[in-house]
């Protein structure tokens, strides 16, 4: 078990340019969740995967940003058109279901500078 | 619309001392409730997790309680040191309801400790 992955962990990119985020949970985690992080603020919820699913979309999650978790396996979440208050901490997330007791364990994140 | 506040923001104690954290959320009808360490740039390690059934959990050096009724929530750390500055926060997840949906987590803003060698 190697936890939660993320990559890459720091991305610096130029207003109006595309960026994609890679996850990859913890091995047989069925659920995958991301959530942003900007700083002094916790963690706010933006979207969740059962399996291939997508279940679950934030009204944070606008039309620029689409996630992808096409094998049940591994995410990306893809920002088109950035924009510099894209600028923030992406945090990756997993759990079992709710086979298990529903703590979630999170990667290491992956932050967006836009300049 | 759930609301979890930590109080304080920052805090700061000598190394040795015991010390607790608090968390409190609007909204008493939660599945769980998780406390989380979040090192400066880093992601959330998760510390301990509390079921709506449960009272407190136990984990080495720490310890963390859950009155729903209230609404409340500490995180007591027994023997500080320095190793334990970090930033601490705390989340709740809603009722699972018949369908899927209410997966997501309500953070707090976190509490920042400093443990002062």
């Known amino acids: 078990d190697t936890g939660v992955s993320q990559d890459p962990r720091h991305k610096i990119t130029k207003r109006g340019q595309n960026v994609t985020f890679r996850c990859d949970p913890i091995s047989e985690h069925n659920r995958l969740y991301w959530y942003r992080q900007t700083l002094g603020q916790g963690p706010e919820f933006l979207t969740y995967f059962q399996n291939e699913a997508q279940l679950e979309k934030s009204r944070l999650l606008s039309d620029r940003f689409s996630a992808e978790r096409p094998k049940g396996s591994f995410s990306t979440l893809e920002i088109q058109r950035t924009e510099q208050g894209d600028s923030a901490m992406y945090l990756c997330?997993?759990?079992?279901?709710?086979?298990?007791?529903?703590?979630?364990?999170f990667g290491e994140g992956s932050r967006l500078t836009v300049l | 619309k759930q609301e979890v506040t930590q109080i304080p923001a920052a805090l700061s104690v000598p190394e040795g001392e015991n010390l607790v954290l608090n968390c409190s959320f609007t909204d008493s009808a939660i599945y769980n409730l998780q406390w989380f360490r979040q090192d400066p740039g880093k992601g959330l390690t998760s510390l301990l997790l509390i079921q709506s059934s449960q009272r407190e959990q136990t984990s080495g050096r720490l310890n963390a309680s859950l009155d729903k009724s209230s609404g409340r929530s500490t995180l007591y750390i027994a023997a500080s040191q320095p190793g334990d500055s970090a930033t601490y926060l705390c989340?709740?997840?809603?009722?699972?309801?018949?369908?899927?949906?209410?997966?997501?987590?309500?953070f707090g803003t976190g509490t920042r400790l400093t443990i002062i060698p």
């Open positions: 989340a709740v997840r809603p009722n699972p309801p018949e369908n899927f949906g209410n997966e997501k987590l309500t």
């Open positions: 997330a997993s759990n079992a279901g709710r086979t298990n007791t529903g703590e979630l364990f």
